[in-house]
């Protein structure tokens, strides 16, 4: 109740806040209005960034989610006596620094950083490939191998619910390992890959500290964007509506997503 309460009334607050208009300097006028809800849908700026910092997060999840599978399926079904180790050498991964694997990437995708420098001793580049950091590559590397072990978790807790039996079966009527991944082992986790691409989509879109160090500013996130209308500008209520507009994506995302799954099955 109280961690509940912690959550709700602040939301309230903000979404209140959302509704008032701006006087610029953090200080919000009386009445009610939609101005910062429209300036947000039709400022390009914004929706430039809105939909670079969702396109990346989206890429991610789906990557997160695709490489997950075969990892839980060796996990649950060919690493039999070694599935716990597996599993807490996974965790034990997310116990290292989120900053510190962020410089990490910065050290190695870098102009003087590991893959640069290797290559070009190699004879293979003359000059550093500068695309490699300050870019959504770096952007999307980072996000990948930030949140790939929480996804494993999650498809690995899916797909140990799925006898062994059902995919030899479809093996020996003929599925093709492919086939019997889209047909048997995809449908039966269905749920899981939705909540692993769903929790992936949801914090890589929101993600500020990634887009700053990596990113540049070729692109743009509106986490960042966000940040700026709150501290910057002072433009409390256009930074609500950002942020609620913003959540309205994550649910649809949800809600259109489990209605597919549903669909499917029904």
């Known amino acids: 109740m109280l961690v509940t309460a912690l959550l709700l009334v602040p939301a309230a607050l903000l979404l209140y806040k959302s509704f008032k208009p701006s006087l610029g300097f953090g200080i919000t006028g009386h009445g009610f209005t939609f101005d910062s809800y429209v300036s ?8 430039k960034v ?15 989610t695709a490489m997950s599978y075969p990892v839980a399926f060796f996990i649950n079904f060919r690493l039999r006596r070694g599935r716990d180790l597996a599993l807490l050498l996974i965790v ?25 420098v290797g290559l070009e001793s190699l004879g293979v580049l003359k000059q550093p490939l500068s695309f490699l950091l300050y870019s959504n590559w770096s952007v999307l590397i980072a996000f990948v191998n930030i949140f790939l072990p929480f996804t494993i978790l999650i498809i690995t807790s899916a797909v140990q619910n799925v ?33 692993a691409f769903v929790y992936t989509f949801i914090l890589a879109t929101g993600d500020y500290i990634t887009p700053q160090l990596l990113g540049g500013t070729s692109g743009g996130f509106i986490a960042s964007v966000i940040s700026d209308q709150f501290v910057v500008a002072g433009d409390q ?18 809600v259109g997503l489990t209605r597919i799954e549903k669909a499917k099955v029904a």
Not at 92 to 116: E, K, M, P, Q
Not at 164 to 192: N, Q
Not at 237 to 254: D, E, H, R, S, W
């Open 237 to 254: 209520p256009l930074g609500a509506a950002l942020c609620f507009l913003l959540l309205l994506v994550f649910a649809l995302t949800y």
């Open 92 to 116: 034990a991964s997310l116990f290292s620094s989120y900053l510190v694997r962020l410089y990490a990437w910065r050290t190695i995708l870098g102009d003087h950083g590991v893959i640069n």
């Open 163 to 195: 006898p062994i039996e059902m995919l030899e079966s479809s093996r020996d009527l003929g599925a093709s390992s492919f086939k019997t991944f889209l047909k048997v082992l995809l449908p039966l986790t269905s749920a899981g890959a939705i909540g």
């Open 40 to 47: 947000a849908v039709e400022t390009p700026t914004y929706r």
């Open 50 to 64: 809105a939909y670079n910092a969702l396109g990346v997060g989206a890429l991610a999840a789906i990557i997160c």
